[in-house]
């Protein structure tokens, strides 16, 4: 029998302790031995819940116990989580975390104590909620050089983008929905801002391209600025808009990673992706294009593959996995502002101007709000911004998903 | 150092030599160690092919040579490629296999040897080409219990449905096309009359469930018979036609599995996978659906996966994995007949023997080829069946995916 111990009871660790119960047996015959919680750490105390008394509140008590094999850390942020994660592991224990921040700002770190101890961190569950998407990125596409990762990792802005562009509500009201149905914080800054999904494409960039990418690194360019007149020229055009973070390593082995809005054409699969999904494309030069798809958060999707992990864990106590990354840099990241793309500029200055400052533009027939849209050529980010702050004067650009 | 042996140098073996020589350096890396080809078996010489003076015509070479850990089969088909595998495991190498025929139909053997010598059999890439799946399936999902496998299995079948549907032309003009670009083999049987899908979603719903599904347990239907007329329907009822492989746990613990052309309503994520592309949907209790999508087929894509596996089995030489199903049996699956779906039928009858017959259908207004178009109530197939046997005269029912 294997004793786990869960850190943090709030929504994620008590859907892990609902899924290790309710599906108790078929977890027990894939990792070969039964999996039973022991201790659950929080700071309240839970009398009615049906684990109530498991509840301890001194970690020092899971850290001192040899009993605890694998220790599951729900607590989130990069403070607490860090001191217990770090604990943990130096006391012998596999890890498994579903905290993006966490293994963002402090994987590779992590993963070298791990490995010093031939112990497992797992954290499939930080990114894309429960769809399958580290490992098969590490072990399923391993023949493959990957060029590309990108994707939809943040459920409650692609809710929020989605119900612009079907209903045409605006941004505001749609927030207010979003929190009124749960899918956003009452303090929504880390979605809407995109500081989630720029934690998520750290973690994907780094197991991709095996170095890690700080977020610091990542130009993060969230949803507030975008209205309705956005999303009615998107739509004009044949496209829609998504908030997607990319990771592209370029042919000097640089990675090149941001979190920005995007116009998406319709045809593209990410296009499809809506609501509260989240949708992942990775590109690798034998496979082509790969995409995972499925609730990108939620309480059982996140505990569905926060057990995964402790199952695998469990199976591969004596055995560690192979995740690894080698530490960032300076010298990792190239600048994104340098990547030539199409991009998507809506402006009231003249057909003239339009086209003395951006060649050849393609310019849309349709007047809306009183402005014009219009699509660059192919030019780096730092292009537009010499002509815009040459006195172009045009809302904040928007790249084209090639 | 470790050293392979590939049987059968055709599109897939040679994908196999192409993409360990392309990635090798960061295939040893994950591998943590090199992986090169000692032999290739085939009936053929390949005098001016790089890897030419590795074939070697017969298998008992490699069956007694030590040096070899892991054997790649990609000769296909259950005759000698079942014999090979057989010895292969028996002379204790692990197996790494693209062949879908050869699971499909005596994985259960397969895998029983491979668990009594401690041995990897590995086969990611026969079902979904280079789409990870298997793996996520029994590793990623492994907290759930899952009740549905539905999936887009097989790209030239719906390469040809993608055709029909946007550009309107029949069934054989298309098939021929898909020829023309190498899709479809000059004897398209397998591909059209569904069997390369029923072998897929054997495999598949072996993995999901626990016990091996035959392909002569599963009902069959392929795409030969759809219209344009039926098509057209679909269009105007804001439907897509998709083949898809299907495999439901029932309530009792049964399987129902089975083959078939279905209406796809086009905002299921499945009705936006077109051309030859793939899209598998895995439905767990706790992570809700999740979509696995890319190319199903092709030299690099299928390669890739193999040699995943291959990289998996080299890092595994000693943990076998935990791939495992038990035997099937006449218990294991349920009639799919006795499944209550909503159906498509098209008929000359009169709306008032359609009333008659089938009570609440939903008939569609727009008169097709001379045809009525109309939607079943939820029913089983014996019970359309029966009322088509009974003297309704109809074009064969097509399912709606709910």
């Known amino acids: 029998m294997a004793k786990i111990a869960l850190l943090g009871y709030g929504t994620v660790g008590s859907g892990v302790a609902e899924v290790l119960h309710k599906n108790a047996a078929s977890i027990a015959r894939k990792a070969a031995e039964e999996i039973t919680i022991k201790y659950i750490l929080d700071m309240r105390e839970f009398p009615d819940d049906p684990f109530g008394d498991l509840v301890v509140h001194d970690f020092s008590i899971i850290e001192q116990d040899p009993e605890i094999a694998v220790v599951v850390e729900c607590i989130g942020g990069a403070t607490v989580a860090l001191d217990y994660v770090r604990r943990a592991l130096l006391a012998g224990k596999d890890v498994v975390t579903s905290n993006k921040e966490l293994v963002a700002t402090h994987g590779h770190e992590l993963l070298m104590i791990a490995k010093q101890k031939s112990l497992n961190f797992l954290f499939e569950a930080s990114v894309g909620g429960g769809i399958p998407i580290l490992r098969p990125l590490t072990s399923c596409l391993a023949a493959n050089d990957l060029t590309e990762i990108c994707g939809i990792l943040n459920g409650t802005t692609n809710f929020i983008l989605t119900k612009m562009f079907k209903e045409g509500k605006p941004f505001d009201e749609v927030l207010k929905i979003a929190q009124e149905k749960g899918y956003a914080e009452r303090n929504p800054a880390a979605d809407i801002e995109g500081t989630d999904a720029c934690r998520k494409i750290c973690i994907l960039a780094a197991l991709a391209f095996g170095r890690h990418v700080y977020p610091e690194q990542v130009p993060t360019t969230g949803i507030t600025a975008i209205t309705g007149t956005d999303v009615a020229f998107a739509a004009e055009s044949g496209m829609t808009v998504k908030l997607l973070g990319r990771a592209i390593?370029?042919?000097?082995?640089?990675?090149?990673?941001?979190?920005?809005?995007?116009?998406?054409?319709?045809?593209?699969?990410?296009?499809?992706?809506?609501?509260?999904?989240?949708?992942?494309?990775?590109?690798?030069?034998?496979?082509?294009?790969v995409m995972f798809y499925g609730r990108g958060a939620g309480k059982l999707p996140t505990a569905s593959a926060v057990v995964a992990d402790v199952i695998d864990a469990t199976k591969h106590h004596s055995t560690k996995k192979f995740l690894d990354w080698a530490e960032g840099g300076p010298d990792v990241v190239a600048d994104m502002a340098a990547l030539p793309m199409r991009w998507f500029i809506?402006?009231?200055?003249?057909?003239?101007?339009?086209?003395?400052?951006?060649?050849?533009?393609?310019?849309?027939?349709?007047?809306?709000?009183?402005?014009?849209?219009?699509?660059?050529?192919?030019?780096?980010?730092?292009?537009?911004?010499?002509?815009?702050?040459?006195?172009?004067?045009?809302?904040?650009?928007?790249?084209?998903?090639?």
Not at 354 to 379: L, W, Y
């Open 346 to 402: 809506r402006t009231t200055e003249s057909l003239l101007r339009i086209g003395k400052c951006f060649g050849d533009a393609e310019v849309m027939s349709r007047v809306i709000d009183g402005q014009v849209g219009f699509f660059t050529p192919k030019m780096p980010k730092c292009r537009v911004d010499e002509i815009l702050s040459g006195g172009f004067s045009a809302a904040a650009p928007i790249p084209i998903l090639a």
């Open 249 to 289: 390593r370029r042919e000097d082995g640089k990675i090149c990673a941001y979190v920005a809005p995007h116009f998406v054409p319709l045809d593209n699969q990410l296009a499809n992706v809506e609501d509260v999904f989240n949708g992942i494309v990775v590109c690798g030069d034998a496979i082509g294009d």
